[in-house]
């Protein structure tokens, strides 16, 4: 689903964010990134949703150079990638259905399509009693979980996680966590960027590491890591 | 595509009026300085009409004194025949004026003179059209002529006037469009700031590009459309309630091809207006 072949990205002011990463993720997979702040794990995310290209090597989704896609073809890139904040960036004028609804007609989805599949999706992250209501008016567990709704209401192949839990209690992190779990479980590769120590421990998904930009550890079924759990 | 027409139309609609004071002040700019451009090109336009006109008539006229005796007047006349700077001249008498007169010129401002008032005159040609004022500058002082006119002289004048007005009016109306554009830029400009969120998300769920730009985009050409309109209407309403001299008067074919013009640089400048704030501000 998703290949890095000896990716490399220096920002402008030279510090290298990714060293020579070759890694592959298949379909289906359920992926945490770890590692400190500036490890290079929000580039990663960047680069997958090719907000950013890499300065050397290639990376491979569904089988395609992500590099080579001129430009226009971009945002039918992104239909086919979810993405989900620390901050969930929802809109605050819209409600909860809009705001979930907004994500399917910017793509120019049929109003049958927006009316059948917002409802269905508010139902499975378990809002569809607070579809009119706005985003303030919510938990920060629920605007977490309208903003999963809206990341996977196209049904992407592939979902990414930026710190989704970064601003969440435990409780909520956990039910954030067994809807990603679910989402995974249809299919979806969920790529997942976090510091929650507690977390990765317990889920026993594949743990790969980063520190100052190289992977330091490609691990299926593992922990975070006495190392990298000490820069935190 | 009848779901995009939907949400297009609606942001447009609510950028318009989320930035309502600025676009009234965007769309009365452009409608002032169009107005401007609509004015001189219809000036420019009677202009040349009201010289073709008076090109194939005379283009001296002696006008006699009502008074002057007949000797006068057969010495002038002896005299326009024999000069060389004169192809020919054609005698006007009292009723003859007077007839060109009532034609010419509005009722209310011939009802309170008679044929009996009214000058004679010889309309000559002369020679070369250039020569004009010589035969004008010859024969103003000779005994019983009241004046002599030269119309080409006349038209050469009020065409220099003319072009002086129409200099001036088309320098402001570019400045003042200069300042519209700049002004539709700018709400544009606003407009996007206001709804960065929402290009942020559009742009992360994967909108393209021009779904993004297009309500954008739509927003100045409105601006300028309705701007362009209002001028439209003042244009128009000039031409209708305060024609110029009779003379001047212009079909409204020339009134169509005017306003077509003026709402073409309206709708025109909205969209340059708006293209460039989101070359420079739409960050997609």
């Given at each position: 689903m998703i290949r890095f072949e000896n990716v490399g990205k220096t920002y402008p002011n030279g510090t290298p964010a990714l060293k020579d990463i070759n890694l592959d993720i298949e379909k289906g997979e359920f992926v945490f990134l770890v590692g400190a702040s500036g490890s290079g794990k929000t580039t990663f995310l960047r680069l997958l949703l090719r907000e950013e290209l890499p300065d050397s090597g290639r990376i491979l989704?569904?089988?395609?150079?992500?590099?080579?896609?001129?430009?226009?073809?971009?945002?039918?890139?992104?239909?086919?990638?979810?993405?989900?904040?620390?901050?969930?960036r929802l809109l605050p004028n819209k409600t909860v259905y809009e705001n979930v609804a907004f994500a399917l007609e910017v793509i120019g989805r049929p109003r049958s399509t927006v009316e059948s599949q917002v409802p269905q999706i508010l139902e499975?992250?378990?809002l569809a009693d607070k579809s009119n209501n706005l985003p303030s008016e919510l938990s920060g567990g629920e605007q977490q979980r309208v903003a999963v709704a809206r990341a996977f209401v196209n049904r992407p192949l592939i979902l990414l996680a930026d710190e989704p839990t970064g601003n969440?209690?435990?409780?909520?992190?956990?039910?954030?966590?067994?809807?990603?779990?679910?989402?995974?479980r249809t299919g979806t590769t969920v790529v997942m960027a976090t510091h929650d120590k507690a977390l990765v421990d317990r889920m026993r998904r594949r743990v790969i590491v980063l520190d100052k930009g190289e992977m330091v550890r490609d691990q299926v079924r593992g922990v975070y890591g006495v190392d990298e759990g000490a820069h935190r | 595509m009848r779901v995009y027409f939907r949400y297009a139309f609606r942001e447009t609609i609510s950028n318009l009026w989320r930035n309502r004071m600025m676009t009234l002040a965007a769309v009365l700019t452009v409608a002032v300085s169009l107005s401007l451009v609509g004015s001189a090109l219809l000036l420019?336009?009677?202009?040349?009409?009201?010289?073709?006109?008076?090109?194939t008539g005379t283009r001296v006229t002696v006008w006699m004194n009502p008074t002057a005796s007949q000797g006068e007047l057969d010495a002038v006349?002896?005299?326009?025949?024999?000069?060389?700077?004169?192809h020919r001249c054609v005698f006007f008498d009292q009723a003859r004026d007077?007839?060109?007169?009532?034609?010419?010129l509005p009722p209310s401002e011939t009802n309170v003179l008679t044929a009996a008032d009214m000058p004679t005159s010889f309309r000559c040609e002369p020679t070369i059209p250039a020569d004009a004022f010589i035969v004008e500058s010859t024969f103003k002082n000779q005994p019983g002529v009241y004046d002599v006119t030269a119309p080409e002289q006349q038209i050469r004048q009020m065409n220099h006037a003319?072009?002086?007005?129409?200099?001036?009016?088309?320098?402001?109306?570019?400045?003042?469009?200069?300042?519209?554009t700049v002004l539709i830029l700018n709400t544009i400009r606003m407009a996007i700031f206001a709804r960065r969120r929402e290009v942020s998300v559009m742009k992360l769920v994967g909108a393209t590009n021009w779904f993004i730009r297009i309500p954008f985009i739509t927003e100045g050409f409105i601006q300028g459309l309705l701007g362009s309109l209002v001028a439209a209407l003042a244009v128009t309403a000039l031409h209708t309630w305060?024609?110029?001299?009779?003379?001047?008067?212009?079909?409204?074919v020339a009134l169509l091809g005017t306003n077509a013009v003026v709402i073409g640089v309206g709708v025109l400048i909205g969209s340059v207006g708006s293209a460039i704030a989101i070359r420079r501000f739409l960050d997609v």
């Amino acid at each position: 689903m998703i290949r890095f072949e000896n990716v490399g990205k220096t920002y402008p002011n030279g510090t290298p964010a990714l060293k020579d990463i070759n890694l592959d993720i298949e379909k289906g997979e359920f992926v945490f990134l770890v590692g400190a702040s500036g490890s290079g794990k929000t580039t990663f995310l960047r680069l997958l949703l090719r907000e950013e290209l890499p300065d050397s090597g290639r990376i491979l989704e569904a089988g395609r150079d992500i590099g080579e896609l001129p430009k226009w073809r971009v945002p039918y890139l992104r239909r086919n990638i979810g993405c989900v904040f620390q901050d969930f960036r929802l809109l605050p004028n819209k409600t909860v259905y809009e705001n979930v609804a907004f994500a399917l007609e910017v793509i120019g989805r049929p109003r049958s399509t927006v009316e059948s599949q917002v409802p269905q999706i508010l139902e499975l992250v378990g809002l569809a009693d607070k579809s009119n209501n706005l985003p303030s008016e919510l938990s920060g567990g629920e605007q977490q979980r309208v903003a999963v709704a809206r990341a996977f209401v196209n049904r992407p192949l592939i979902l990414l996680a930026d710190e989704p839990t970064g601003n969440l209690d435990p409780a909520n992190s956990e039910s954030i966590m067994s809807l990603l779990e679910r989402i995974n479980r249809t299919g979806t590769t969920v790529v997942m960027a976090t510091h929650d120590k507690a977390l990765v421990d317990r889920m026993r998904r594949r743990v790969i590491v980063l520190d100052k930009g190289e992977m330091v550890r490609d691990q299926v079924r593992g922990v975070y890591g006495v190392d990298e759990g000490a820069h935190r | 595509m009848r779901v995009y027409f939907r949400y297009a139309f609606r942001e447009t609609i609510s950028n318009l009026w989320r930035n309502r004071m600025m676009t009234l002040a965007a769309v009365l700019t452009v409608a002032v300085s169009l107005s401007l451009v609509g004015s001189a090109l219809l000036l420019k336009q009677s202009a040349a009409q009201a010289s073709v006109a008076w090109q194939t008539g005379t283009r001296v006229t002696v006008w006699m004194n009502p008074t002057a005796s007949q000797g006068e007047l057969d010495a002038v006349r002896t005299q326009l025949a024999d000069s060389p700077l004169v192809h020919r001249c054609v005698f006007f008498d009292q009723a003859r004026d007077y007839k060109e007169f009532l034609a010419s010129l509005p009722p209310s401002e011939t009802n309170v003179l008679t044929a009996a008032d009214m000058p004679t005159s010889f309309r000559c040609e002369p020679t070369i059209p250039a020569d004009a004022f010589i035969v004008e500058s010859t024969f103003k002082n000779q005994p019983g002529v009241y004046d002599v006119t030269a119309p080409e002289q006349q038209i050469r004048q009020m065409n220099h006037a003319i072009r002086i007005l129409q200099i001036v009016f088309l320098a402001l109306a570019g400045v003042l469009l200069l300042s519209a554009t700049v002004l539709i830029l700018n709400t544009i400009r606003m407009a996007i700031f206001a709804r960065r969120r929402e290009v942020s998300v559009m742009k992360l769920v994967g909108a393209t590009n021009w779904f993004i730009r297009i309500p954008f985009i739509t927003e100045g050409f409105i601006q300028g459309l309705l701007g362009s309109l209002v001028a439209a209407l003042a244009v128009t309403a000039l031409h209708t309630w305060y024609p110029l001299h009779n003379e001047f008067a212009l079909n409204n074919v020339a009134l169509l091809g005017t306003n077509a013009v003026v709402i073409g640089v309206g709708v025109l400048i909205g969209s340059v207006g708006s293209a460039i704030a989101i070359r420079r501000f739409l960050d997609v």
